[in-house]
């Protein structure tokens, strides 16, 4: 790879690129090389940008050495013709991938070579299209040929196998590395023994990521290496198969704790053909979908129904004169694997015990948890799920204000008491960002004050927000437990499942922090770390030490118990509402039963069939592909920011926001500023997301349309009706861009154009407009950019609903105030742009809220039930312009408790 430039190379896109880049120099060679065969250009300028191939070729089983080799013969023999025709093949096969099922994009003009069957073997697999994965086999480099163990394993090949593999040779660990992170198809790897250390590629890009995660630094020894390359890769990508082939005592080998990252342990270079069955019964045990492959059979069964659900087996559809058109339209197979029944090998999802059974265990191993619940009302329901099993009237709950509503509902219906914290404003973009640590260490410390630390169960948030903002999932855990060791963990990862996939997003999930402190608690060292802590901060150490510390909580102490909860149809291919609750809790045998119950209150008794089927699908293509399509979802929003925030006319009057707009300076300690600002390394990034207490997740992009004069509603609607795009959350001058791994480099260049026409519109109409128009732009920018209402915080509960609470903590008996307001002689509306609304706020009686209010955008609730109203929440429902506020009946008013009830509550 040349990479000239020492700053160029350690750009963060630029890694992110990598697969981008390689057939854009494809691309790039075939052109010089075209140019070359029409005596337009010289054989060292096609030479040149081979060799700009460089070094992550070797990663990658096609082309293969022996086609590089063909390439490099043609170009020293001067063959321009022959030189261009197999490098348009090689760049039009890449491109397109049809290597994976074309086995005559392998062959050059005499590569048949030593090796015919081996290709032939492949090319009937075209007909039968096998998926197609790669191998990475890790040997030392003069131990063998590359070329003779690759034909080796290709001639282990047999028609009743179900995939079909190419194997990509390497010989240092580093290599080894950089092949797993740069190669997604790697699905398997065979490390042998003896294998070097270091990489003697001269590649920057990798040089410096190597280096910067840490990866390229420590020497191991070589009788260690095995192990400790294992145990890299998984960290790097836990889904991939790894097997070891020793010839030293493999019984010896298999026993190290270490190799628990080792599928198998095999003795020696004897064992092909067993090497060959295992790595297919690997990839098999990713690929098996339990509840979907007994659908499908089901679903091809003459089978008579006396049951509900007359759609199923589709008749009454397909005889119809009326209704034909939806079976035309969802075809066959949908009707025919409906079914109400749990027979047949459907299993049941309120209680499962056979596939669907399975399909949860297989997920769990999938996503890191101890056990996995498939979920078909969406995250909405498993929200409610996780607050009912865990929290009982009464307790208290620490919780972001600004989370989804059915956090809020859940709490009403299991009687939680929400103690609220607040996220930190972005009031000039009229949203919330995430909720610094510091305040969910003083509620835990004022509970402790006023010795009710008792009372609070769990701690609820939203990772990552809608907006993008990732916690330090760890040290808010860390930290909370050596508050109180035994604390629950919610995190409403909605939006972050596919962050399992991604090496340098899964460190901050909730089931990536959890693995991590497991394994930390395992640590001996640990012990001393929090004794030594304990020892510095003395008997009895002041508030104020406590929230400045890094507290390190007791491992001996810590119960670890924590829940995530994911939209899986959110990030990943799963039908609308597929959602997943994820459990590492050590103590889950004490709420199992409990468990079940909120299952029972809250799962339909009718759950859909293709939903659950989705599910599991959507696990398997994570495991096989999903590494993949994250870090693809990534390269594409890294390359959304850098053409917008670059482009020299969309940049005047649109910005994709940084890390340094969204988050504020003291909450990125490390000082990184954003993903492609000038001099940002990759160290940079690793240290910040090791050690900033919040980031930005790359894929989720706050694009700032004030500039431009668009509001965020009106700016969705321009791109949705007149251009085709659609997205999801806007703010009164921002909307939200996602890419997802479903986007690809076309999606890019869309925008781009949209967005370029859309600049060019604002151009001419300032230039036609005059003074007047030009002054009218101004003045809505103006408007949209700076008069903007402040976001009112959580004002408190009123004192009725708070007789069981502390001195010190807001929480508040909102079930009480919620139920309240279902008497109508209890509750009366007030309008917000009334006399009696301005006379109440200044003169009393208090108005409280009878129930939710949530304007959308932005989203949050602004009163909860039992709230009292403030000025600033009225001045800032005066000021929305959003046409959606549930809760509020415009007609009406806010709907509140009847101050005289409130005076009874006082009285009682
Ligand atoms: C943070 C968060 N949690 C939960 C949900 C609800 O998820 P679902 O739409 O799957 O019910 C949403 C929906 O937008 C959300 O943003």
């Not at 559809?317 to 409906?338: C, P, Q």
């Not at 972001?400 to 059915?406: A, E, P, V």
């Not at 855990?477 to 995190?491: H, N, Q, S, T, Y």
């Not at 917000?832 to 200044?842: D, F, M, Q, V």
Request: charged share 25%.
């Amino acid at each position: 790879m040349v990479v000239s430039d020492k700053a160029e190379a350690q750009r963060i896109d630029h890694f992110f690129s990598m697969p981008a880049a390689r057939a854009d120099r494809w691309r790039e060679l075939t052109s010089v090389a075209n140019n070359w065969a029409a005596g337009a250009a010289d054989a060292a300028s096609v030479r040149s940008a081979f060799e700009s191939l460089g070094a992550i070729e070797g990663f990658h089983a096609f082309p293969g050495r022996r086609l590089m080799a063909k390439l490099n013969e043609h170009l020293e023999t001067g063959s321009a013709e022959s030189f261009t025709e197999l490098a348009r093949r090689v760049s039009r096969s890449i491109i397109t991938r049809r290597y994976k099922q074309d086995a005559l994009d392998w062959q050059s003009d005499d590569a048949f070579g030593d090796d015919p069957s081996a290709f032939v073997d492949t090319f009937e697999d075209a007909e039968r299209r096998r998926p197609y994965f790669e191998m990475l086999m890790v040997t030392p480099a003069a131990a063998m040929r590359s070329e003779k163990l690759i034909g080796e394993m290709r001639r282990l090949r047999r028609p009743e196998d179900s995939f079909i593999y190419e194997a990509v040779q390497v010989s240092s660990f580093e290599d080894a590395i950089s092949a797993a992170i740069i190669n997604p198809a790697i699905a398997a790897v065979t490390i042998y023994e003896g294998f070097a250390q270091t990489s003697s590629n001269a590649a920057p890009i990798l040089r410096n990521f190597l280096d910067a995660t840490g990866f390229g630094a420590s020497a191991v020894s070589e009788e260690d290496r095995p192990l400790a390359l294992a145990n890299a890769l998984k960290r790097i990508r836990p889904e991939i198969d790894i097997y070891l082939l020793s010839d030293r005592r493999v019984e010896a080998v298999a026993g190290d704790e270490r190799a628990a990252a080792v599928r198998r342990v095999l003795y020696s270079v004897e064992e092909m053909l067993e090497l060959h069955l295992t790595v297919m019964e690997g990839i098999a045990a990713r690929y098996r979908t339990p509840f979907f492959d007994n659908l499908k059979k089901y679903a091809m069964r003459p089978i008579s129904t006396f049951h509900a659900l007359p759609i199923a087996r589709g008749k009454s559809v397909f005889k119809s004169d009326w209704i034909r058109d939806m079976g035309e339209f969802y075809g066959l197979n949908l009707l025919l694997a409906e079914s109400s029944a749990t027979t047949g090998g459907l299993d049941s999802l309120l209680e499962p015990t056979g596939n669907i059974k399975m399909a949860q265990e297989m997920a769990a191993r999938a996503f890191g948890a101890d056990r996995v619940f498939f979920v078909t009302n969406g995250t909405s329901t498993s929200n409610k799920m996780v607050h009912q099993a865990l929290v009982a009237p009464g307790d208290i709950v620490i919780l972001d204000r600004n989370c989804h509503k059915s956090h809020h509902y859940g709490l009403v219906l299991a009687g939680g008491q929400p103690l609220y914290v607040e996220a930190f404003p972005m009031t000039e973009y009229s949203m919330y960002g995430a909720v610094p640590l510091e305040s969910i260490k003083k509620a835990l410390l004022d509970l402790k004050e006023e010795g009710r630390l008792d009372r609070v169960k769990m701690v609820d948030l939203t990772n990552c927000t809608f907006d993008g903002h990732i916690y330090n999932v760890r040290r808010v855990m860390e930290e909370c437990l050596a508050i109180k060791p035994d604390l629950v963990f919610l995190w409403d990862e909605a939006w972050f499942g596919f962050a399992r996939f991604s090496p340098f997003l899964r460190p901050r999930t909730a089931m990536g922090a959890a693995a991590a402190i497991e394994a930390w608690m395992r640590d001996p060292k640990s012990v001393e770390a929090y004794e030594k802590q304990q020892a510095e901060l003395g008997e009895s150490p002041s508030r104020e030490t406590l929230l400045e510390t890094r507290l390190i909580p007791d491992p001996r102490k810590i119960r670890l118990r924590v829940y995530q909860t994911n939209s899986t149809h959110k990030s990943m291919s799963a039908l609308r509402q597929g959602s997943m609750i994820l459990v590492k809790d050590v103590e889950y045998h004490t709420v199992e039963s409990q468990f079940r119950e909120a299952v029972f209150t809250h799962a339909s008794t009718s759950p859909n069939q293709q939903l659950i089927a989705s599910l599991e699908i959507a696990r398997r293509q994570m495991e096989l592909e999903g590494y993949g399509l994250v870090t693809n979802a990534i390269e594409i929003a890294l390359a959304i920011r850098r053409e917008v925030n670059s482009h020299p006319l969309i940049s005047r009057y649109f910005k994709v926001l940084g890390a340094d707009a969204m988050i504020p300076s003291e909450f990125r300690n490390t000082g990184f500023v954003d993903f492609l600002s000038p001099g940002v390394t990759w160290a940079d990034q690793v240290r910040s997301m090791h050690e900033d207490e919040f980031c930005l997740d790359p894929t989720r992009m706050t694009l700032v349309c004030g500039t431009a004069g668009f509001d965020g509603t009106e700016f969705k609607a321009l791109l949705a009706n007149t251009y085709d795009i659609q997205l999801n959350k806007t703010s009164r001058n921002s909307v939200l861009l996602q890419s997802n791994i479903n986007n690809t480099r076309s999606d890019i260049a869309h925008l781009i154009r949209v967005l370029l026409e859309i600049c060019h519109g604002i151009e001419d109409r300032l230039s036609q407009g005059g003074d007047a128009g030009r002054k009218g732009f101004e003045a809505r920018v103006k408007s949209l950019m700076h008069d903007v209402p402040d976001l009112p915080n959580f004002s408190r509960f009123h004192e009725v609903f708070r007789s069981d609470a502390g001195e010190r903590t807001p929480e508040g008996d909102m079930r009480t105030a919620f139920y309240g307001g279902y008497d109508p002689e209890a509750v009366e509306y007030v309008p917000i742009t009334s006399e009696e609304c301005e006379r109440r706020l200044k003169n009393g009686p208090e108005m409280v809220s009878a129930n939710f209010v949530i304007p959308y955008p932005p989203g949050f609730p602004i009163m909860v039930p039992g709230q009292v109203v403030t000025p600033e929440t009225i001045d800032f429902m005066r000021k929305l312009d959003v046409k959606e506020i549930h809760g509020y009946e415009r007609s009406r008013g806010l709907k509140l408790i009847k101050p005289d009830m409130v005076a009874a509550g006082r009285r009682k």
